[in-house]
């Protein structure tokens, strides 16, 4: 008798992925994998950095987290809310959430004129922080922005 294939077990989650995940969810500053490592390195002295990178990646392929890339910068991440914009600092590269809604009527448009399953729209925009404009922070060599600014 023939028995049907059982699916392959679910990958357990660890302390470490919790971990991960629950200071991404926490913050508000989309944190690089470095700095995920450094706030997890708090809790777990042992983690490494291999380990957070390989949790960040899986928590972002089980959807659960959402990875941020712009120009040639490090990825950031952040917990997977409602659809909103972003603006980064192009000095320091500083990337916060924008309170502009996110315009669903931008998905009907391009719906109507494309034969793609418009799925969602991402919108991005550029200029220097406040802390950035008053020298608080030190200036940081800038991102690679030239082809996303001449894609568009």
């Not at 699916?7 to 470490?16: G, K, N």
């Not at 120009?71 to 959430?97: K, S």
């Amino acid at each position: 008798m023939m028995h049907p294939a059982t699916p392959p077990p679910a990958r357990r989650s660890t302390l470490q992925r919790q971990l991960v995940r629950r200071i991404v969810e926490d913050s508000r500053d989309h944190p690089t994998a470095q700095s995920v490592y450094e706030r997890a390195r708090q809790q777990i002295p042992s983690i490494s950095l291999g380990t957070v990178y390989r949790n960040l990646q899986l928590l972002v392929e089980q959807g659960q987290l959402l990875e941020r890339k712009i120009g040639n910068r490090p990825a950031r991440y952040e917990a997977r809310r409602q659809r909103h914009y972003h603006i980064c600092c192009l000095r320091c590269g500083a990337l916060e959430d924008l309170s502009v809604p996110y315009q669903e009527i931008l998905d009907r448009r391009v719906q109507k004129l494309v034969r793609y399953k418009l799925q969602e729209h991402r919108m991005e925009f550029y200029g220097i922080c406040p802390q950035c404009q008053s020298g608080a922070r030190p200036r940081t060599k800038p991102a690679a922005m030239g082809r996303m600014r001449n894609s568009g």
